[in-house]
């Protein structure tokens, strides 16, 4: 795996190295072609300025030869014979520049001598010009190398970061040092996404030992059930009263399994929205928990503004549902519920024991309680509010509870998103 990662930074390494160096060059060729192309159009003009300038009008009188000296010295043989007869200079005429006016024999020899000179200058521009044009690709290709592999250092520490997790080491993190950037920001997004991974393992772990915890006992209490009450010859009514510890002990598992079922199934998302009217839902749940609140003793009340919300209505009833009975059974004798849709979310707020503040994030782990279980008739298993916060987070809704200031009891708030407001119904 490592010399699959090594090849992978590799192959990139060069992809970018032949980038970065193409474009290099490309820019040193356009800068040569300038170069070139700008000294090439004024060059001429300034060799023939410049020779004309070196020979002034008012002393090719004084010369012996019909043409100055300094001219006629840079011409390898002179075109005209031995015995011809000297022009005489034409009358000078005062030109822009304060310079005379040349013979037009000297002003053909000029313009031969500023061409070879131009020719000449051009043809060694050219040269020196490839020549630091080459030295310069091959630079180019080395210092794009060198910037490919810094720029994607970080990146082989990441990929081996990743290589190197597994489920027993996802504490680990990849603690890019280096200014802010684009891969920066990658590394911190990583080691973010390994912080809720490792998160949601913990969590998964700790839900799959609760899950074998709490289905283990049902079993173990049937067991026990079956082989010490149906030992020997039982009498009749220990029969009857050993079947019915089975069908609770049943039923018990009936709804730990369908409670992981349900958490499942909300974890997954929704498939199809439609639109639920939450506060007509809330009603249900409090008619459907009418006899076991007078059977507790405890007075629910509901205050239902209309409240749509686009979901899943089975999954919204779950959820209400479960916020109901949460509040009538962990509550005390005299004590009361109170219910409350509204274009804020569904409020349930309850009275009972006294909730420590560092205790109510635990609450909504699936098996967690307050209090430690005692398997007594009609006790949960612990899954309601986890059930509450995943069928929430399937509709893209949060979720909060905070103990109340007075009277005990927990207080809980699920706040949807993108809910549609009715007239108070």
Do not use: C
């Amino acid at each position: 795996m490592k010399g699959v990662v090594k090849r992978v930074v590799t192959g990139e390494r060069a992809r970018l190295t032949a980038l970065y160096g193409g474009l290099l060059l490309l820019a040193g060729a356009l800068l040569t072609g300038v170069v070139y192309f700008l000294v090439k159009e004024g060059l001429y003009s300034s060799i023939s300025l410049a020779v004309t300038g070196t020979v002034p009008a008012r002393r090719l009188e004084e010369l012996p030869s019909p043409y100055p000296t300094a001219i006629t010295s840079a011409v390898p043989a002179s075109p005209f014979p031995a015995t011809a007869q000297p022009v005489s200079p034409a009358p000078a005429s005062p030109a822009p520049s304060g310079a005379a006016q040349l013979p037009s024999e000297v002003l053909a020899i000029t313009r031969s001598v500023s061409g070879a000179a131009e020719s000449a200058a051009l043809e060694r521009l050219l040269t020196v010009s490839l020549i630091v044009l080459l030295v310069y690709a091959v630079l180019s290709v080395v210092l794009a190398w060198w910037m490919a592999g810094r720029v994607l250092r970080p990146v082989a520490v990441i990929t081996e970061t990743a290589r190197r997790l597994s489920g027993e080491n996802l504490h680990e993190r990849i603690a890019l040092d280096g200014p802010p950037g684009e891969l920066k920001r990658l590394a911190d997004t990583f080691d973010g996404m390994l912080g809720r991974m490792e998160g949601l393992v913990s969590a998964q772990q700790r839900f799959a030992a609760n899950a074998a915890h709490e289905l283990r006992t049902p079993v173990a209490v049937q067991r026990a059930a079956a082989e010490i009450g149906l030992a020997g010859e039982p009498s009749p009514d220990r029969v009857a009263r050993i079947r019915a510890k089975l069908i609770e002990v049943a039923d018990d598992s009936e709804r730990i399994i369908e409670g992981l079922l349900l958490l499942a199934a909300s974890d997954q998302g929704l498939r199809e929205r439609r639109p639920v009217a939450v506060h007509e839902v809330a009603r249900q749940a409090v008619d459907a928990m009418a006899a076991e609140a007078a059977e507790h003793e405890v007075t629910v009340s509901v205050r239902a503004l209309p409240l749509t919300v686009d979901g899943d209505a089975v999954l919204l009833d779950r959820l209400v549902h479960n916020l109901v009975v949460n509040g009538v059974r962990h509550n005390v004798p005299g004590g009361r519920v109170e219910v409350r849709t509204g274009p804020a979310g569904v409020e349930v707020s309850n009275t009972g024991p006294e909730v420590p503040p560092e205790t109510v994030p635990l609450l909504f782990e699936p098996f967690r309680r307050l209090t430690e279980r005692t398997h007594a008739p009609g006790e949960g298993a612990g899954l309601g509010l986890s059930i509450v916060e995943s069928i929430a987070r399937a509709h893209d809704a949060t979720t909060e509870a905070f103990p109340n200031p007075e009277g005990g009891g927990l207080t809980v708030r699920v706040r949807f998103g993108g809910v549609r407001f009715g007239r108070e119904g």
